[in-house]
């Protein structure tokens, strides 16, 4: 095997005949955090270092673990100067799966086959920007095929730039972490959305209840939700309330509570709707408050938190009768709970695992988390891929991901642990099959895609 040649992860003839029936699946990638906004006007793409460096904070991370100076990752310097620091920082990434995007992402997007470096980074960011030369954003989603992309969104959000674009539906994904604790900015924000005024747990409630009917019909069909803990205490609607009022003073603990009686609320309106629930837990945010202050939110200062307690995701599940209790998905960034998570799944009712998320979506992540969906949950069943990113140029990752999978279940047909007749289905709905199946259960998005794809 050669340096990233197309047999890149799949060990055996069985694995890239399986990977060449998938590569050039569509894509539905039902979690980023696109801009909307550049999808609807069809931005230029711009200069390479601002697409690859501009809003990239996996790349962030691996800058500042080698030393680079901060000028240079979020701070003033010229693009062209942030490139040639990440590019002479490349060959100290052996492994990292920023070295995998970063060099599938010049080879799909750009048609570089070399490994970037210090020595060559002047010719390739010269040869990168002619390719990008009038290039725009709708180009970038046809070349992967991205059927659908969902963006992440606050409720109060407008929605004005959603719809189809091109060949791709841009889906609206409900994200109301603001309003787990909100303070008085967010529900004024709320109220405007809905022409009211927003000040009790009940108006915050049916503001959120109106705007979440108002996402599914612009073709949302997921939420989102990022937290550290799940709730381990459960309260009434009065006691809801005595907190709500008091939510400016609460401790860890009564805002636990608080957020406990919030998402439950909204997990039986996501029933309703058909919303899938997708809850990342074990994270915390912004570790690093120096440095937090200085570049604000999510810029690379998150890190995995500790690994969730079992008991405490089952009490959530259990708090819904299975008629109640939307579709999840469940992502964990520590993984060192994965198999218990697993084992979870199978005592609830429409509860999967989710992708390999954040920090673990590198090779030996995604590897992990494919072996325990696999021996612990049902595979056939996984939503697949997401890109999780704010770059147009992150969908590389899937691409990644698909080669890792048909490694796995390539390997299992040549050792004679898997019916090679049943491996194509599988990892067609894997790869495609199952995302079309969760995004089309909304009506919206169901006339998109056939629009798109007619």
């Known amino acids: 095997m050669s340096y990233f040649d197309d047999r890149l992860f799949l060990s055996g003839e069985t694995a890239y005949a399986l990977y060449e029936k998938v590569r050039d699946l569509p894509i539905i990638d039902y979690h980023s955090h696109l801009d909307p906004a550049a999808i609807a006007r069809d931005d230029l793409l711009g200069d390479t270092g601002s697409l690859w460096l501009g809003h990239d904070h996996y790349k962030w991370r691996a800058m500042r673990l080698c030393g680079v100076d901060e000028r240079f990752i979020t701070g003033d310097a010229p693009y062209r100067e942030k490139f040639m620091e990440f590019a002479r920082i490349m060959p100290m990434l052996c492994g990292n799966p920023v070295y995998y995007f970063s060099q599938l992402e010049l080879s799909q997007i750009f048609g570089v086959n070399e490994p970037l470096c210090a020595e060559n980074a002047e010719r390739i960011y010269d040869t990168c920007n002619e390719v990008l030369k009038g290039m725009r954003v709708s180009e970038l989603l046809k070349k992967y095929r991205v059927n659908v992309a969902a963006t992440t969104d606050d409720p109060a959000d407008s929605l004005e730039h959603h719809g189809i674009h091109g060949k791709t539906f ?51 069909f997921m939420s989102d939700h990022g937290f550290e803990k799940f709730p381990d205490t459960y309260i009434d609607r009065a006691g809801a309330n005595e907190l709500f009022g008091h939510r400016k003073k609460l401790d860890g603990k009564d805002r636990a509570a608080l957020f406990g009686y ?40 998150d890190v995995i938190g500790d690994p969730p307690l079992p008991s405490d995701v ?13 579709d999840v998905v469940l992502y964990t960034l520590n993984d060192t ?38 021996e612990y949950t049902a595979l056939g069943t996984s939503l697949g891929m997401l890109t999780d990113s704010r770059s147009f140029a992150g969908y590389s990752r899937f691409d990644f991901y698909r080669r890792i999978l048909c490694d796995h279940v390539g390997g299992l047909v040549e050792a004679g642990e898997y019916d090679a007749r049943h491996a194509e289905k599988l990892l067609y709905g894997v790869c495609y099959g199952n995302a079309y199946a969760a995004a089309v259960k909304n009506p919206a998005t169901d006339a998109a895609l056939k629009e798109i794809l007619k």
């Open 170 to 220: 841009v889906s609206p994904t409900f994200r109301p972490d603001k309003y787990y604790c909100p303070d008085d900015q967010a529900l004024r924000r709320l109220g405007d959305a809905v022409g009211g005024t927003v000040t009790t747990l009940d108006e915050m409630l049916e503001a959120l209840d109106e705007r979440l009917a108002y996402f599914t019909r612009r073709g949302c």
């Open 262 to 301: 919030v998402l439950s609320h909204l997990m039986r309106e996501y029933k309703k709707h058909g919303i899938t629930a997708q809850l990342h837990f074990s994270v915390r945010r912004n570790v690093n408050p120096p440095m937090f202050e200085m570049t604000g939110a999510d810029s690379g200062f």
């Open 314 to 326: 089952e009490r959530f599940l259990a708090s819904f009768d299975d008629r109640d209790r939307p």
């Open 337 to 374: 709970a994965l198999r218990a998570i697993g084992s979870i799944c199978g005592a609830f009712s429409r509860v999967r695992l989710g992708a390999a998320w954040w920090f673990n979506d590198s090779k030996l992540g995604i590897k992990r988390a494919l072996e325990t969906t696999a």
